[in-house]
T-cell receptor, first 112, second 114 residues
Framework: QKEVEQNSGPLSVPEGAIASLNCTYSDRGSQSFFWYRQYSGKSPELIMSIYSNGDKEDGRFTAQLNKASQYVSLLIRDSQPSDSATYLC????????????FGKGTHLIIQP | GAVVSQHPSWVICKSGTSVKIECRSLDFQATTMFWYRQFPKQSLMLMATSNEGSKATYEQGVEKDKFLINHASLTLSTLTVTSAHPEDSSFYICSGGLNTDTQYFGPGTRLTVL
């Protein structure tokens, strides 16, 4: 059974600070890792994908992957109130036909 | 970017009726389409994977006779919830994939069964 674990939160962060979101996964064979943002009542939108160990930066977002520890994280710099949402970690095991396994998400609140 | 649409965006139906949800990839051909379900305050759970012209592959615990999936073309997949009951009320989201792990999600369909 593939599992993706996230702290459900809520995680409250002051505006302008760094928000740190974490995720662990159970399947060592996982190849691809994604962070999605989901606003209430909406479908997920892709923020970042990461495939190899280390950091990947895109604007205010940095994804970090450590396959040995089966750990993925997302850092959001200069947090804005519009970043308030639920952040879903998703894992793909490899092979285009497989769907994504999602964590339950972390509810992030950016306090103005 | 790749766009996926769903129709309807929301539907309310009576218990025992069937509901069809359409998922279309608008600007790309999706070799594979995925159907997810999300209950309140829960994560997305994969229901089934469908490839154009072949039978869908259902996840464990998902009744294939209740959730009928048809993937007639590379741009259209449909999910029919047959004999819907209140416990089927949920947010149904489809996604389209190319030959990679990248999936493009539709806006979702909120189903309420009375």
């Amino acid at each position: 059974q593939k599992e993706v674990e996230q702290n459900s939160g809520p995680l409250s962060v002051p505006e302008g600070a760094i928000a740190s979101l974490n995720c662990t996964y159970s399947d060592r064979g996982s190849q691809s890792f994604f962070w999605y943002r989901q606003y209430s009542g909406k479908s997920p939108e892709l923020i970042m994908s990461i495939y190899s160990n280390g950091d990947k930066e895109d604007g205010r977002f940095t994804a970090q992957l450590n396959k040995a520890s089966q750990y993925v994280s997302l850092l959001i710099r200069d947090s804005q109130p519009s970043d308030s949402a639920t952040y879903l970690c998703a894992v793909h095991s490899g092979g285009g036909a497989d769907g994504l396994t999602f964590g339950k998400g972390t509810h992030l609140i950016i306090q103005p | 970017g790749a766009v996926v649409s769903q129709h309807p965006s929301w539907v309310i139906c009576k218990s025992g009726t069937s509901v069809k949800i359409e998922c279309r990839s608008l600007d790309f051909q999706a070799t594979t389409m995925f159907w997810y379900r999300q209950f309140p305050k829960q994560s997305l759970m994969l229901m089934a994977t469908s490839n154009e012209g072949s039978k869908a592959t259902y996840e464990q615990g998902v009744e294939k006779d209740k959730f009928l999936i048809n993937h007639a073309s590379l741009t259209l997949s449909t999910l029919t919830v047959t004999s819907a009951h209140p416990e089927d009320s949920s947010f149904y989201i489809c996604s389209g994939g190319l030959n990679t792990d990248t999936q493009y999600f539709g806006p979702g369909t909120r189903l309420t069964v009375l």
